[in-house]
């Protein structure tokens, strides 16, 4: 089994060539974005059956055009999730075919859960780094089970009265009740997102709550490394090969057109965001050698973490509200 959240056209590129596929929706919209987000996924989907893995051609082309539809789903706060299995065909004659490549799209909301209704199921995430929430959802499918699907936690809470089901790995945070570590900065919502960067974003509340700033700090990296690199992806600038997070924010800083136009006070702006280059760079070291990520005998002390954690959340604040053409 393939499973992908897919944010990019290169995401698609894996599921494209097999025999069948079905397109499943499983989040409900408010009556004046349906007809958008009914008309997006049509245009990512309508031709999908006539390209064949091994077409160049046409497959760049196809790619090419479900571009802009991708990124308008992502600004609508939905996602596609792809699971691709691999089975044998059986025909109402007895005949067969083997390794029969079928793949499930399911248009979902990107900060939503679901849940099997059936008797000893668990509510996820829709993540495909969760074995569990992935065998649950492509087992639905295939036995047509219902599914519910929710978009608040604490709407959950309370119809389940504060007894929810939760999976153990992929809402680890919503089981962990909430502590007194704070930090300043609050986490973003952010507009510009994939699934590794909102993975990213729960693990380190859950770490700030259980183990302390010091122990979020790789989690806070990842977070704006994952977002560094949506935003280059969905900008299409071009990278480096595995480029780190100062050669990413300084690609964004150089050519993204939304860093273009900083106002009238121009320079002042400019020294400010390269103040933040050196700022960026230091995150680098300060997670390597100063962080739970690798057996690091002299960690960064509390103090000195929450100055890390609140810098790359100020960061991330500033880039999606600058980059998402809202400020």
């Known amino acids: 089994m393939n499973a992908a959240v897919i944010c990019t056209p290169t995401d698609m590129r894996p599921f494209l060539g097999g025999h069948d596929h079905a397109v499943?929706?499983?989040?409900?919209?408010?009556?004046?974005?349906?007809?958008?987000?009914?008309?997006?996924?049509?245009?990512?989907f309508q031709d999908m059956q006539y390209i064949g893995a091994d077409e160049a051609e046409l497959v760049s082309s196809y790619l090419d055009g479900i571009t802009e539809p991708l990124q308008e789903l992502k600004r609508h706060g939905v996602s596609i999730l792809g699971i691709s299995t691999r089975g044998t065909?059986?025909?109402?004659?007895?005949?067969?075919?083997?390794?029969?490549?079928?793949?499930?799209?399911?248009?979902?909301?990107?900060?939503?859960?679901?849940?099997?209704?059936?008797?000893?199921k668990k509510f996820h995430h829709f993540d495909t780094g969760c074995r569990a929430a992935?065998?649950?959802?492509?087992?639905?499918?295939?036995k047509r089970t219902g599914l519910s699907t929710r978009l608040d936690a604490q709407l959950i809470r309370e119809e389940h009265e504060n007894n929810v089901p939760w999976c153990e790995?992929?809402?680890?945070?919503?089981?962990?009740?909430?502590?007194?570590?704070?930090?300043?900065?609050?986490?973003?919502?952010?507009?510009?997102?994939?699934?590794?960067?909102?993975?990213?974003?729960?693990?380190?509340?859950?770490?700030?709550?259980?183990?302390?700033?010091?122990?979020?700090?790789?989690?806070?990296?990842?977070?704006?490394?994952?977002?560094?690199?949506?935003?280059?992806?969905d900008a299409q600038i071009s990278l480096g090969k595995d480029p780190d997070i100062t050669e990413l924010f300084s690609q964004i800083r150089q050519h993204h057109p939304q860093l273009q136009s900083l106002g009238e006070h121009r320079e002042l702006v400019l020294k400010v965001l390269?103040?933040?280059?050196?700022?960026?760079?230091?995150?680098?070291?300060?997670r390597d050698r100063g962080s739970m990520a690798?057996?690091?005998?002299?960690?960064?002390?509390?103090?000195?973490?929450?100055?890390?954690?609140?810098?790359?959340?100020?960061?991330?604040?500033?880039?999606?509200?600058?980059?998402?053409?809202?400020?």
């Open 24 to 44: 499943s929706h499983l989040v409900s919209f408010r009556d004046e974005y349906e007809p958008t987000i009914r008309h997006l996924v049509d245009a990512i």
């Open 89 to 120: 065909m059986k025909f109402d004659n007895g005949s067969t075919i083997p390794n029969w490549i079928r793949t499930y799209f399911f248009i979902v909301p990107t900060l939503g859960y679901f849940k099997v209704e059936a008797d000893g």
């Open 134 to 142: 992935m065998s649950d959802l492509s087992k639905a499918m295939r």
């Open 169 to 233: 790995h992929c809402c680890l945070n919503e089981m962990i009740a909430v502590s007194g570590t704070t930090v300043s900065v609050k986490p973003p919502s952010l507009r510009v997102t994939c699934r590794v960067v909102e993975r990213a974003i729960a693990d380190a509340e859950v770490l700030l709550k259980t183990g302390g700033p010091t122990s979020a700090v790789d989690r806070v990296h990842t977070t704006l490394h994952g977002y560094l690199k949506t935003v280059c992806a």
């Open 274 to 286: 390269r103040a933040l280059c050196k700022v960026v760079d230091a995150l680098n070291p300060a």
């Open 294 to 327: 690798h057996p690091n005998e002299a960690l960064l002390d509390a103090p000195e973490a929450k100055l890390f954690i609140n810098a790359a959340r100020s960061l991330l604040h500033y880039l999606d509200e600058k980059l998402s053409g809202s400020g």
